[in-house]
């Protein structure tokens, strides 16, 4: 029986060896271990792949996350307190990285299709508090930027992002939400973010070989302040202005990640292929395909998930395609309102859950949650491999 597992990060690296072993020990030699040139030159590299004009490398993806927003209190662009429209389906770190920011975060449901959040639900989670809108681009098919672009714009709000899930994917004239390699800054006429943030976990499209993440941004200023935040608040050394943390992108992770990221387009292009493969041939009606945006180059496919009609169906599932050899993840299997750490405030009411005037029912978050079910995608799987799960697929009853 062919053995296929989720993700094989080892067999990811393999083709790659020489160029991190070179990597890692050119870094050694240097004697320079943390914010040194090889940390200079990803951000660089890697802002100007996403089309923005300054990159800030921190520890991870969540704090990329909080740092972007604790930037944007410093520069007087939020408030302590204020509200921030985050989708219900996301994974926990979004909403941690809100409530670590200070922010207060307002749970808006999913689009259906995309798995995204909604444009046409915000205006039914705004309050008089509402300051900015986090959007993410979940499994790796950008939001509906322009949607939410066009919402902010009409009720004055910041728009940040949550990229953890979607290096490369790529709308209009940028890439991240963000742009085409081809453009230049000056031809571009897209609405922008304040910033967007992304994780470099090792399982991600773009993974290093440990935790790493980057702020990206067209403001000069936004990027200076994340960057002293995640160097204890100090841009000269022992003069702290701000309340910082140590969150910086080490070198041997930044020389890792400039070894791989030529190869992320042709990554991402495999993984397009396959998901092709995988919504032209899956026959089954038990299992619902997701949706291939117009433009392919929306998607990065990060994960491949499906649906099935119920939560007893998706358990057979996932247990039929373990029989065959074929490994699968849930993405997420409690939406962050259910987890334990959101549980109750002092008063006994539920942190994520609104006290008044919204919705207090997340019915799509949770029936995903029920029913959806990622199986392998990685650009390293062969065609017989996805032969194999095409036909596992189409064989399975219930």
Request: include cysteine; hydrophobic fraction near 45%; charge should be negative.
């Amino acid at each position: 029986m062919m053995k296929i597992p989720f993700l094989d990060l080892k067999q990811v690296n393999a083709p790659y060896m020489d160029a991190l072993k070179e990597a890692a020990s050119a870094v050694v030699e240097s004697g320079w271990y943390i914010r040194g040139s090889y940390c200079e030159k990803f951000e660089k590299e890697f802002a100007s792949y996403c089309g923005f004009a300054h990159g800030v490398g921190v520890g991870n993806g969540l704090d990329a996350l909080t740092l972007m927003l604790r930037a944007s209190i410093e520069l007087g662009w939020l408030n302590p307190g204020d509200e921030i429209l985050v989708p219900a389906n996301t994974y926990i770190a979004t909403v941690l990285a809100v409530n670590a920011a200070g922010l207060v975060p307002v749970l808006v449901e999913p689009d259906e299709k995309t798995f995204n959040i909604d444009p046409a639900k915000l205006a039914d989670a705004c309050t008089e508090k509402t300051r900015g809108i986090l959007a993410v681009h979940l499994y790796g098919r950008l939001a509906d930027m322009p949607a939410i672009w066009k919402f902010a714009s009409e009720c004055g709000l910041l728009v940040f992002e949550d990229a953890a899930q979607s290096h490369g994917a790529f709308l209009d004239e940028r890439r991240g939400s963000t742009s085409s390699p081809t453009e230049t800054r000056d031809e571009r006429k897209v609405v922008k973010s304040a910033a967007i943030a992304y994780s470099f976990y090792p399982t991600k499209n773009l993974g290093a070989l440990g935790d790493a993440g980057v702020v990206v941004t067209d403001d000069a200023e936004l990027a200076n302040v994340v960057r002293m935040l995640g160097n204890y608040g100090s841009e000269k050394k022992y003069v702290n202005k701000y309340r910082g943390v140590n969150s910086r992108l080490d070198e041997i992770q930044a020389a890792f990640l400039l070894a791989k990221l030529p190869h992320l387009d042709a990554w991402n292009a495999r993984r397009r292929e396959i998901a092709a493969r995988y919504c032209s041939e899956v026959k089954n009606p038990l299992i619902l395909l997701p949706e291939i945006p117009a433009d392919p180059h929306e998607h990065v496919w990060h994960v491949f998930t499906i649906r099935t009609p119920d939560r007893a169906i998706r358990d057979a599932l996932q247990k039929f395609l373990e029989t065959r050899g074929i490994g699968t993840l849930v993405f997420y299997p409690i939406p962050p309102h259910l987890q334990e750490a959101y549980a109750t405030r002092p008063d006994g009411a539920n942190f994520l859950l609104p006290t008044s005037g919204l919705s207090a029912k997340f019915p799509i978050t949770e029936a995903m949650a029920d029913t959806i079910i990622s199986i392998p995608v990685s650009q390293v799987l062969t065609d017989d491999e996805v032969s194999e799960i095409i036909g596992a697929l189409n064989e399975f009853v219930c």
